[in-house]
């Protein structure tokens, strides 16, 4: 583990509270300054998000909101009205079939 030198000046207060602390955990001062600023870092460090997020726009302000009535009948084989009169199969008392 590369480590780097560094002064920082506290407050005595703080200092006493992490000189007690460091004592009853039997570690030293340096150690938990150093788990304090990784854990503080690793909270502020946002992750990436993939590229592919906001890439898109469908135009529809309220799409988040109103999805199930955008995605209603979505996925059924025959939704009503959709099928085209030429593909649907002649039904008997049509007047289509002999």
Not at 29 to 45: D, G, N, Q
Not at 62 to 70: H, Q
């Amino acid at each position: 583990m590369d480590k780097i030198k560094t002064t920082v000046y506290l407050r005595a207060i703080d200092y006493g509270k992490l000189k007690s602390i460091a004592d009853a955990e039997n570690r030293s001062a340096a150690e938990l300054i150093r788990e304090a600023v990784a854990e503080y870092a690793t909270r502020k460090v946002r992750a990436r998000l993939p590229r592919s997020i906001g890439m898109g726009d469908s135009g529809m302000p309220d799409l988040a909101e109103r999805y199930e009535e955008y995605l209603d009948g979505f996925g059924e084989d025959d939704p009503a009205g959709d099928a085209c009169e030429a593909e649907r199969e002649p039904h008997e008392g049509d007047g289509d079939g002999p």
